[in-house]
């Protein structure tokens, strides 16, 4: 009989010692999620304000906030958690009254862009505050990235369709820009945009081929624009999409 007391002792520290690593672990456990997602917001304190709820791995946003801008950072910021596998929102943004208001500031935001050259493109549209970008932009930065940033802090924004694409590095084409540059800037028709930053027309050039867009004066202009584009050494194709203002 006592044997078996003896036994039954030992069966139940054996119990008892296997419980051990698993209350450890517990007491070693990091903060739940929700703290986790919290301490990541609050290192920017514009998004101090929102409200976090979590169910598994997925977090939910609510809030209000008063840009795009900052609504991205919360989901960026949330995503970069570790054990978050989706982020949804219900973020408020202020809207504006009138989508052309908000369209001049986005035009406004993209022409004072200071690394928005003769040899890049953009374009836009605005419908009911959601944002679309598009165009072509030479690599020397991440300037897709950069205007994202300065559309999406306009107020009233409520979404980015990003599509701007960034053309691929090239020496060939950066030497054959300068080039046309030059001989542009030369003609008599335009000498009298030479030194300024952002020209109404600009000089798109990718694997040897331009393409020219923008606005001109009249006729004259789009075809001696044309005809120096074809005859710069080098140029393998010319697409003239110019716009007369006359």
């Known amino acids: 009989m006592q044997r078996h007391a003896t036994a039954a002792a030992h069966a139940v520290l054996f119990v008892c010692a296997l419980s051990l690593p698993a209350s450890s672990a517990l007491a070693q456990a990091g903060p739940p999620l929700e703290q986790k997602v919290r301490e990541a917001l609050r290192k920017e304190r514009s998004l101090l ?17 008063d840009s795009f801008w900052q609504k991205s950072e919360a989901i960026r ?13 219900e973020i408020e943004i202020p809207p504006v009254e009138a989508d052309q208001e908000l369209a001049e500031q986005v035009a406004e935001a993209v022409q004072n862009y200071p690394h928005y050259s003769l040899y890049d493109y953009l374009d836009g549209a605005v419908e009911a505050g959601v944002v679309s970008l598009w165009g072509r932009v030479t690599s020397d930065r991440n300037k897709p990235r950069e205007l994202f940033e300065r559309v999406a802090k306009i ?5 980015v369709r990003n599509e701007i694409q960034t053309m ?3 020496t060939g084409d950066t030497n054959l820009r300068r080039s ?3 001989s542009i800037f030369r003609s008599t028709h335009f000498e009298r945009f030479q030194g300024a930053r952002n020209p109404p027309f600009h000089i798109i050039v990718e694997r040897s081929s331009v393409t020219l867009v923008g606005w001109v004066q009249g006729e004259i202009e789009r075809r001696e624009m044309e005809r120096i584009a074809r005859m710069t050494q080098g ?3 010319v697409d003239n999409q110019l716009q007369t203002i006359q």
Request: proline share 2%.
């Open 168 to 170: 691929t590095p090239s």
């Open 155 to 159: 107020r009233g924004v409520q979404d």
């Open 49 to 65: 304000r929102l409200d976090v709820a979590v169910v598994g791995t997925e977090v939910t946003l609510t809030g209000e906030l």
């Open 180 to 182: 046309l540059s030059r």
């Open 77 to 89: 910021r949330s995503l970069e958690v570790d054990g978050v596998d989706t982020v949804a929102t």
């Open 235 to 237: 140029v393998l194709r």
